[in-house]
């Protein structure tokens, strides 16, 4: 069973940037499609970014399009989401997910599509 660790997270002035990163455990982390989360009090948890298994597919929220990346290094079982020019409304709980697929092109942009959830990092951006 795959197990994830979401790191990089912290306060930083609008405009700035943070890249989260998302360790996995486990085996066979190069069969699992990827996606960032985010939640804020008191709302559901919104999609972010979702990346393919074999990183060669990857889709973002229109919200963060332009201004977030996301990316994956299987060699080194992590999963990436890079976040430029970021603004105070981009403040949340940022989540990575996790689902084993067959097809290396599949991503998802549900957060019920995932089984397998991090115990996310907090970011803070200020104005």
């Known amino acids: 069973q795959v197990q994830l660790v979401e790191t990089g997270g912290g306060l930083v002035q609008a405009g700035g940037s943070l890249r989260l990163s998302c360790v996995a455990s486990?085996?066979?982390?190069?069969?699992?499609?990827m996606g960032w989360f985010r939640q804020t009090p008191g709302k559901e948890r919104e999609f972010v970014a979702a990346?393919?298994?074999?990183?060669?597919?990857?889709y973002s929220a229109t919200s963060v399009k332009g201004r977030f990346a996301i990316s994956r290094d299987n060699a080194k079982n992590t999963a990436y989401l890079q976040m430029n020019i970021l603004k105070p409304e981009d403040t949340a709980v940022y989540y990575c997910a996790a689902r084993a697929v067959l097809v290396s092109t599949t991503y998802y942009a549900t957060s019920g599509s995932y089984n397998l959830w991090g115990q996310g990092t907090q970011v803070t951006v200020s104005s």
């Open positions: 486990g085996r066979a982390f190069s069969s699992y499609a």
């Open positions: 990346i393919s298994s074999s990183g060669g597919s990857t």
